[in-house]
């Protein structure tokens, strides 16, 4: 019997980030997995748009657009009655929200989830902190003003000490050199322009912003948290889905997807970096496992002025390396290749950052400026050099995690495994060590194919009756398939 479904349903939620991929595969297996949820017992933050109040913006990039929602609803017609949509913004004083908004979350709300961030590794510094870390003390300021709450997740990154790289990371908040009240304030009172030119010295040996801001926002958590039921779980590079809510399940170019979907495609043929080196993926439903039985345990056992952190990560107990990412991602697409593919699939990775710029030059750029030399003589506008450049960029921004390793401890996510029942053990399967790198990369591929580059559309048109859920009997033949060889 399960007793992690019971403490779902019986929780009025507040959640930030629900419209990113994250959020979108939390939502669905939060209704399907508790079909007890009270009318409005989940509310959203969304940020609403000149043309689309919140709620509109989130029916229709949600409700009408978003593949899997309408998966859930083919289940779950009545799903859309759990959820509450306010408007507002976590990078805006009181998260945004009117004061009849405040008051009703504080008055009501029992569980938040904190999920909401900018992601870019080359943000605005000024604007990755208004929105990592100012938004983050926001939310703990509603947090510390809620009247029932018994529990609260904040999702971080196993990167927020990517500077440790070499050596085993364990599940805590490290010691800084710095007063981060300081360096917060310093930034927030700089222009955008300001925080540009001073963002190398501010980062240090940091990546980028991103790491950077959500380090800093662990140090505000821990410094602020009081007595707060409150845990942090920190994701490593989030990946396709391994079987919820579809194998394969990505709609966005999320982590390392943006670089498997342009070698694809075959105008992607090297990165800089080591092949020998992990490359911790994790795919996104183990994830969302991780923090619903979070949310569960934090209550059970409440932490009082501790903080538990617990990562979702597979470095330290099934690793996985770049040289295994490309072997897989190459096979497959030679073998099944997206049907917008326009060269022949290949990538080698280069370690010295200069022979890279010239290998990418040689193999990208000047292929390019070939093609869009062909399309102005053909009277269509060029951009494909345009391409290599953006691709280029984002080699350069992947190089940190591809030319180095970590090896992130699971300790507190292995104790909190080994205390699920059986039941729940099948509700929210995130051991790490189930996971077949061999099975997921093909699912992952074939994902990018179907959902991002939404070559599933083209499949819709062949099935008899359409609707909203296509290849539902398939899928899920495929999926007792692919289990059976676990």
Same mark, same amino acid.
């Given at each position: ?23 979108? #595969? ?22 609403? /748009? ?23 609803? /083919? ?5 859309? /009655? ?67 709450? #018994? ?26 050199? &710095? ?39 662990? !140090?505000? #958590? ?74 569960? !345990? ?30 897989? #991602? ?62 280029? /960029? ?13 090896? &992130? ?34 699912? &992952? ?42």
């Amino acid at each position: 019997m399960s007793v992690v479904v019971p403490f779902l349903e019986n929780q009025t939620f507040f959640i930030t980030g629900v419209t990113g991929f994250l959020g979108k #595969v939390l939502l669905v297996k939060l209704i399907e997995t508790c079909p007890n949820l009270k009318p409005n017992s989940i509310c959203v933050l969304v940020r609403g /748009k000149k043309e689309l109040s919140a709620s509109d913006r989130f029916d229709k990039d949600l409700f009408n657009d978003s593949y899997i929602i309408q998966y859930l609803l /083919k289940k779950r017609p009545d799903a859309r /009655k759990c959820i509450k949509v306010i408007d507002g913004d976590v990078a805006k004083s009181k998260l945004g929200l009117t004061p009849s908004d405040y008051d009703w979350v504080c008055n009501n709300a029992t569980c938040i989830l904190h999920m909401a961030a900018t992601t870019n590794f080359t943000e605005n510094l000024r604007l990755a902190f208004e929105i990592n870390i100012m938004g983050t003390k926001r939310v703990l300021a509603l947090a510390k003003s809620c009247k029932n709450l #018994v529990s609260m997740v904040y999702v971080s990154t196993c990167y927020t000490n990517a500077t440790r790289h070499g050596g085993e990371i364990r599940e805590k908040v490290y010691p800084i050199n &710095f007063d981060p009240y300081a360096v917060i304030q310093d930034v927030i009172a700089m222009t955008p322009e300001e925080a540009d030119k001073a963002t190398p010295h501010i980062i240090g040996s940091h990546p980028n912003t991103y790491t950077f801001s959500k380090m800093l926002a662990e !140090h505000i #958590v821990l410094e602020e948290k009081e007595n707060i039921p409150l845990s942090i779980v920190r994701p490593s590079i989030i990946g396709g889905a391994y079987r919820y809510p579809l194998e394969g399940w990505i709609d966005s170019y999320i982590g390392a997807a943006g670089i498997v979907a342009a070698s694809s495609l075959g105008v992607l043929h090297g990165m800089n970096g080591g092949g020998s080196n992990t490359v911790d993926f994790i795919p996104v439903d183990f994830v969302v496992d991780l923090i619903l039985v979070t949310l569960w !345990h934090t209550k059970e056992n409440p932490p009082g002025e501790r903080l538990n952190i617990y990562h979702s990560a597979t470095s330290s107990r099934n690793p996985y390396t770049w040289e295994h990412l490309r072997s897989g #991602v190459v096979g497959y697409y030679r073998r099944r290749p997206p049907k917008r593919n326009v060269g022949p699939v290949w990538v080698l990775y280069v370690q010295n950052p200069a022979l890279f710029y010239l290998y990418h030059f040689l193999f990208t750029r000047l292929p390019a400026t070939l093609q869009d030399t062909k399309r102005v003589l053909k009277g269509e506008s060029p951009k494909m050099v345009a391409g290599s450049k953006v691709l280029y /960029k984002a080699c350069s921004s992947l190089s940190f995690f591809t030319l180095h390793s970590w090896a &992130f401890a699971i300790h507190n996510t292995q104790a909190l495994w080994e205390a699920l029942g059986p039941e729940d053990s099948k509700l929210f399967p995130f051991d790490v060590t189930i996971i077949n790198w061999e099975i997921w990369c093909p699912l &992952f591929c074939e994902g990018i194919k179907k959902y991002v580059f939404k070559e599933i559309e083209l499949e819709k048109k062949k099935l008899v009756g359409g609707g909203a859920v296509v290849g539902k009997a398939k899928e899920e033949g495929r999926g007792n398939t692919m289990r059976s060889k676990l």
